[in-house]
């Protein structure tokens, strides 16, 4: 693996989009006891049907911890790879790399990575087993990594239709906890140079009280070229409605990088989710002090699913809107399987399918 | 990766001999202080020699704890892939899997590894990640590994000419801390049956004050069928002397599994290489005591060569006999450039050149 100091889109490299296909996708077996209640007990069921259906189509490894390694070969598939790594905590969209090609050779960046705000507004401390993975991952797959470390970004907060057009949300990229030495314009070009882009749609914000400071991919999603989906409510009381208000209005004006105007599709939000007594009983402090508080509402959306090769995974909380949801998926993605996922057990942790994967392109040569 | 309880032979598949070719190499990054001199600083240069040589020829992995990840990768070259993995110690040979094959799939062969002998005669305590790293390798590689962890073998011990005949010594195999319910009938048996093999040679015995109760790699190797290298020595006063000749004299009246006779080339040994008082100073202590003794002889052979697709790779001492042994070992391998790496601090820690290698046959499909 070299350690690379140039810029993916002067190499020729660009980054696909997620409904490209897929060589496979990497997850983190979760073990956060703070994070997940119960020991990671329940989420690593969870996880466990998530893998199931992805590595009916795609290759899955999953990086456990020297510790949980046994626990992570015992419970999963024969057809999953289980690898050493360390890990703070288990958020592979976030702290793999973000894969870039440029048709025949993949690479990946290596971004700096700071629990979403270090030391301003950061989840835990410390995180630098979680920053050292996506090199690591790099390492294991043989491909070159771009050292972009100084740069701190999580591949949630990044959207690509893979020809040219990035979404993401002010809320998170501006914040003070990562990049703040660096202007608007300076992080859009900075992202351009390493995705391989020409265009940033920067909506506004993202999913209420989403404490990665509302990462785009719990808010919009590409489904294919010129068309997302928009997580979404009708209730106005919802301090959630005008937050997608606001991203539905830049959208319905923006234009992608080849021109086209944006087909929006709204996709429900379930009715607020809210954490239990019991929940956060199972939940290890953090520092001495709780680390959810009874009633806290989560940040639940649909738009938190992962595209795999053959099928789309999509969380489910037991709302009414649950069936909807996947519904207006399906219709969207014509060639693939929308699945759910009961996905409560992952929402407690903070994010949802979407965040615990990361996808490897498919290179032709490999 | 699917664990088996099944029997390789009877799968169909068999253990290739080292000078088939290999698809790569593992090993393991050294970091333990009270086998190598100086927190393992020497030594890292003296595996770095090694690793570049068969890096030449072979994809290497080294397997580095999560602690000297950073290190490793900075040591050792771009084309090295440095992979994540706890360890007790660092000799590849005898905690990666045994691979076998059948022609067009690789498994690996995960042994029971109690640190040469466990709580009997065993090198240190505990031994635990060494133990489980056969497996995890086989994780990584995606081949699927047969479950012998009930039986106490390192990869040191045998040695095959990849055409049914097994070498091993007595000394080793019918130790008290391996498998001592077992009958030397039964372990032979057991032998043939995961190695593939027709016939097993008993040598009694390995290289003098050798710890790994006399591994066969110390001291006899195959060079092609029908050949392999003795270590020699025409010292009588040595008590290698009388330890060589009683091998000598087993395989002059051996016939391998296709009823050839062996030719056997004599390899002399170095002079007898003692550690130093300032070598002894360079290691931390064990549970409290030293390590070694200033003057303590140890197992130096140059028969501890590993083959490489291209090279053979022979450890030197500073010693008048270190060119013969190349020259030797040239004129056996024709095909391949030997090279010599300065290994005395290899040797330290109680092995060698072949001992801290693990060669991963060449598949076709893969």
């Known amino acids: 693996m070299r350690i690379l100091h140039t810029i993916p889109q002067e190499d020729g490299f660009r980054m696909p989009a997620e409904f490209e296909e897929h060589e496979g996708c990497i997850l983190i077996f979760p073990h956060r006891r703070d994070s997940w209640q119960n020991g990671a007990y329940a989420a690593r069921k969870a996880f466990k049907e998530v893998i199931d259906i992805i590595s009916l189509s795609e290759k899955v490894t999953v990086c456990a911890r020297y510790d949980d390694y046994d626990s992570a070969r015992f419970l999963l598939g024969e057809n999953v790879r289980v ?25 990946g960046i290596d971004w700096g990575f700071n629990a979403w705000g270090g030391l301003e507004d950061g989840l835990y401390f410390p995180w630098d087993k979680d920053n050292k993975m996506a090199r690591k991952l790099c390492d294991l797959l043989d491909a070159d990594t771009y050292h972009q470390r100084d740069f701190i970004l999580e591949g949630g907060s990044i959207h690509t239709d893979g020809q040219g057009t990035i979404l993401t949300t002010e809320a998170c990229l501006l914040s003070a906890g990562r990049n703040p030495r660096m202007s608007k314009q300076e992080i859009e070009d900075h992202l351009k140079r390493c995705l391989g882009g020409e265009k940033v749609i920067w909506l506004p914000c993202g999913i209420y009280q989403d404490e990665t400071n509302e990462h785009v991919d719990n808010i919009c999603a590409f489904t294919s070229p010129g068309e997302v989906v928009l997580a979404w409510t009708e209730d106005k009381s ?11 209005s830049v959208l319905q004006q923006a234009k992608d990088a080849r021109g086209r105007s944006f087909r929006v599709h709204l996709l429900p939000l379930p009715r607020p989710v809210t954490i239990t007594a019991e929940e956060c009983d199972g939940l290890d402090d953090m520092n001495g002090e709780p680390t959810r508080t009874p009633g806290e509402r989560l940040a639940a959306s649909y738009v938190n699913f992962y ?25 969207l993605f014509p060639t693939r399987k929308v699945v759910g996922v009961y996905a409560r057990d992952i929402l407690i942790g903070g994010g949802n399918i979407h965040c615990i994967t990361q996808q490897i392109p498919k290179i032709q040569s490999r």
């Open 307 to 331: 595209i795999a090769n053959h099928h789309v995974v999509c969380p489910q909380f037991g709302d009414e809107n649950d069936q909807t949801a996947l519904q207006i998926l399906q219709k």
């Open 83 to 107: 690898i050493e790594m360390e890990s703070d905590d288990s958020w592979a969209r976030d702290v793999a790399p973000t894969f870039v090609t440029n048709g025949s050779e993949l690479r």
């Open 238 to 248: 919802d301090p959630q409605y005008a937050m997608s208000a606001a991203c539905l």
